[in-house]
């Protein structure tokens, strides 16, 4: 069974930076897509960044040139380094696999 822990949330001012961390386990996971959602309070999940298991990444239109996502297949690791936040980034974020989710982090962007 595919278990996810994201890790990595926290408050930071705007402008700051944050890493997230997804330790997947259940399975291996170099021969599929793993990616990034969050939510906003008060909004739907919505599609932040993709790991492709050919090598491509794939960002939304607000990640884009911001957030930088990464896969690391020896130790099954997903991470998300995101730079020059901003209040909007607000939400929790979930990490994805298979339509597996974790249970989310925390990311409060705030002065």
């Known amino acids: 069974q595919v278990q996810l822990v994201e890790s990595g949330g926290g408050l930071v001012q705007p402008g700051g930076s944050l890493r997230l961390s997804c330790a997947a386990s259940?399975?291996?996971?170099?021969?599929?897509?793993m990616g990034w959602f969050r939510q906003a309070p008060g909004k739907g999940r919505e599609f932040v960044a993709i790991s492709g298991y050919r090598g491509t990444s794939l960002y939304s239109d607000s990640a884009n040139g911001r957030f930088t996502i990464s896969k690391d297949n020896a130790t099954n690791t997903l991470d998300l380094q995101m730079n020059n936040l901003k209040p909007e980034d607000t939400a929790i974020y979930y990490c994805?696999?298979?339509?597996?989710w974790g249970k989310g982090a925390l990311v409060t962007v705030s002065s």
């Open positions: 259940g399975r291996t996971f170099s021969d599929v897509n």
């Open positions: 994805d696999v298979l339509q597996y």
